[in-house]
C-alpha cells in the first residue's frame, strides 16, 4: 500500500504539470481527492492493515493529501494569473486609435413644430394640458355640442373601440376635462395624437397631430381671439405675416371661423403652394358654445371664451415644403437628417 501511495503521488506530480486550464484542474481534484478519487480508494483498505501498518499508511496517506492539495493549490494560482493576463491582453484598449463618433439626433420635425406652439402659448401665459387618447362618447362628443346624427360620430370617421369609447377625434376633449375641474380664468393649450378613419394618402393620415387652444374668462370676446391668432401667426410664421377669417361652422363655437395665414412662400402674391390664392387656412376656432360651457357647469351669463385648434402636420408641411404626410412616420433617416 506504501508503494501504491507513492505512484499516486509521482503520477498526480506528472499529470499536474501537463494542465493548462481551470477546468481541468478541477477534474483532476475530482480524480485524486474526490469521494471516488484514487486517494480515497486506499484509504478505504485500510481495513486490510495490521495494527502496527495502520498509523504509518495512514500518515503516509495524509502527507500525499497534503501534497497533492499543495500542487493544486500552486497550479490554480498560476492559471487564475495566467487567464487573467491573457483576458487583459485580448481587451486591452488602444487609446492612441480614432475614436468612434455617436451619431447625434435631431428632433422629429413635427415635435420642433409642437414644441415652438408650445413656446409661443406658454410665453402669452397658457398652461399645456393632456388628457387620454381613449375617451368615452361623452367626451369626444356629447359635451361639445355634437349631436347623435352628426357625421363626425358616423363610423367611416371615428374609430370606435365599442359603443361606448373611441380614438379621440380631437384633443377637444380635454378643455371639457378642465373645464369640469377647474373654475375659471382658464388658459390652456392641449397637444397630442388624434384619430380619425381616413386612406393614407399623401395629406391624410389614420393618426396624426392637433394643438388646441381654450380661454375661459369674464368679458372675453371675438376680438381676444383675432389677438391671439395674430399674435401666434406672426410669431410663428414671421413677423409679415397677416391672418384673414372666413365664416364657418362648429358645432362647439358660436360664432365659429377659420384661420388663414398668407403664404409663407409668396407672401401674398400668390403661387402654387397656396394655390394662387395668397392665404393657407391653419386653423378654426370660434367663442365657445354656451351649450358647451353649460354642460361643464360653468355660467355663460357670466363667463365666455373662445377656443382654437390646428393641426400640427399641415403646419409643418407648409412651412418645411413637404409634399406629403406619409415621410413623417416613415422613419427614413435620409429624410430625418434635413431637419
Not at 487609446?95 to 463618433?101: A, D, H, I
Not at 409679415?240 to 412662400?265: G, Q
Not at 391653419?282 to 355663460?300: E, Q, R, S, T
Request: glycine share 8%.
Amino acid at each position: 500500500m506504501e508503494s501504491k501511495l507513492n505512484e499516486i503521488k509521482e503520477k498526480a506530480i506528472e499529470e499536474i504539470s501537463k494542465l493548462d486550464d481551470i477546468s481541468s484542474l478541477e477534474d483532476f481534484r475530482v480524480r485524486y481527492l474526490g469521494k471516488k478519487g484514487e486517494l480515497t480508494l486506499i484509504l478505504r483498505e485500510m481495513g486490510k492493515l495490521t495494527k502496527e501498518e495502520r498509523p504509518i499508511i495512514g500518515n503516509l496517506a495524509n502527507q500525499v493529501r497534503s501534497f497533492i492539495e499543495g500542487l493544486i493549490k500552486e497550479k490554480g494560482n498560476y492559471l487564475n494569473e495566467k487567464e487573467l493576463k491573457e483576458r487583459l491582453e485580448e481587451e486591452a484598449i488602444d487609446v492612441t486609435m480614432p475614436s468612434k463618433r455617436n451619431k447625434r439626433g435631431n428632433k422629429h420635425p413635427l415635435t420642433k413644430t409642437i414644441d415652438e406652439i408650445k413656446e409661443i402659448f406658454i410665453g402669452m401665459g397658457y398652461e399645456v394640458a393632456q388628457g387620454p387618447e381613449i375617451e368615452t362618447n361623452y367626451y369626444n362628443f356629447d359635451a361639445l355640442n355634437i349631436p347623435r346624427n352628426h357625421p363626425a360620430r358616423d363610423t367611416q370617421d371615428t374609430f370606435y373601440i365599442n359603443d361606448d369609447f373611441v380614438l379621440r377625434t380631437a384633443t377637444s376633449p380635454v378643455q371639457i376635462r378642465i373645464m369640469e375641474n377647474k373654475k375659471p380664468p382658464i388658459k390652456i393649450i392641449s397637444p397630442g395624437k388624434v384619430y380619425r378613419a381616413d386612406e393614407v394618402d399623401a395629406t391624410h393620415s389614420p393618426i396624426f397631430h392637433q394643438v388646441e387652444g381654450l380661454v375661459v374668462d369674464k368679458n372675453v370676446t371675438m376680438g381676444d381671439l383675432i389677438g391671439t391668432i395674430e399674435v401666434f401667426a406672426k410669431k410663428l410664421f414671421g413677423e409679415n405675416t397677416k391672418i384673414r377669417l372666413r365664416p364657418h361652422y362648429f358645432p362647439f363655437t358660436e360664432p365659429s371661423a377659420e384661420f388663414d395665414v398668407s403664404c409663407w412662400n409668396c407672401g401674398g402674391t400668390g403661387c402654387k403652394t397656396c394655390k394662387d390664392e395668397g392665404f393657407i387656412e391653419i386653423l378654426g376656432a370660434g367663442m365657445v358654445h354656451p351649450n358647451v360651457l353649460k354642460i361643464c357647469g360653468i355660467d355663460p351669463n357670466e363667463y365666455s371664451g373662445f377656443a382654437f385648434g390646428l393641426g400640427v402636420e399641415r403646419t409643418t408641411m407648409g412651412r418645411y415644403n413637404i409634399d406629403d404626410i406619409r415621410l413623417f412616420y416613415e422613419n427614413d433617416i435620409r429624410f430625418l437628417e434635413q431637419f
